[in-house]
């Protein structure tokens, strides 16, 4: 099987994916502006959202493949939803890390134990433990099985994050939304902008880990511990 990038597609994807998340970097700190309440700790909006959205994206994609893995028993639909477990997890810590990060100066405190914060820890949590399963549960095959399940289950926990604000009473709520259409064209214009670059980083990284599962799994059949590729 060819290496990833020996495929010209995935060489311009890359390079494209490079200049528009630079160019998205100049535009969150050179042209977007400074909200007067919030000052540059609002400029990590246009990372945690867009994190957040590409996250559920990716967990969506393990659910799906995963549900066609359990279905077809092929190798091809687990490598899809391996690949969207492990970069969904790797937004999700990202969110976790960038939330706090804004609510230091915001709220105080950089953390607080409110429904979207931790519907969110939750989640994270929820994934740490489909690796585990991936790792310990004994041959691969068994293990994936167990492992697409738990996939399917945790993206119930998506629709309580989106809608935490709204499904919590506001004196347990630390999350004063805005809606979007409030916010000015100048800082909707980047924040999509920014949205597109992260969803090009999360086709990128979906791209690249499908690409090294199925070289694992390859290696797998050919030894006789995976059946059909």
């Known amino acids: 099987m060819q290496t990833f990038h020996a495929l010209r597609r995935n060489q311009v994807l890359l390079i494209v994916t490079v200049i528009i998340a630079a160019l998205n970097l100049w535009l969150i700190y050179g042209v977007a502006p400074v909200v007067p309440k919030q000052e540059m700790a609002?400029?990590?909006?246009?990372?945690?959202?867009?994190?957040?959205w590409n996250a559920f994206l990716a967990y969506l994609l393990t659910a799906v493949g995963g549900v066609f893995y359990l279905k077809t028993k092929r190798t091809q639909w687990d490598a899809w939803s391996l690949a969207g477990a492990e970069v969904g997890t790797l937004f999700a810590l990202l969110i976790l890390i960038t939330g706090p990060i804004w609510a230091t100066p915001i709220w105080g405190k950089p953390w607080s134990w409110e429904p979207r914060l931790t519907t969110t820890l939750v989640l994270f949590?929820?994934?740490?433990?489909?690796?585990?399963?991936?790792?310990?549960?004994?041959?691969?095959?068994?293990?994936?099985?167990?492992?697409?399940?738990?996939?399917?289950?945790?993206?119930?926990?998506?629709?309580?994050?989106?809608?935490a604000v709204t499904w919590w009473a506001p004196e347990v709520q630390s999350h004063p939304q805005m809606e979007m259409a409030e916010h000015p064209s100048s800082i909707l214009r980047v924040f999509f902008f920014s949205l597109f670059s992260f969803t090009l980083i999360l086709i990128y990284l979906l791209l690249y880990r499908r690409h090294v599962a199925n070289m694992e799994f390859l290696r797998l059949t050919q030894q006789g511990e995976v059946g059909d590729v």
């Open 42 to 52: 609002q400029k990590i909006f246009y990372y945690h959202v867009p994190l957040a």
């Open 125 to 163: 949590l929820i994934f740490m433990g489909y690796f585990m399963v991936r790792e310990f549960s004994g041959p691969y095959e068994r293990a994936s099985r167990y492992a697409a399940i738990i996939g399917i289950f945790a993206i119930i926990d998506i629709p309580l994050i989106l809608w």
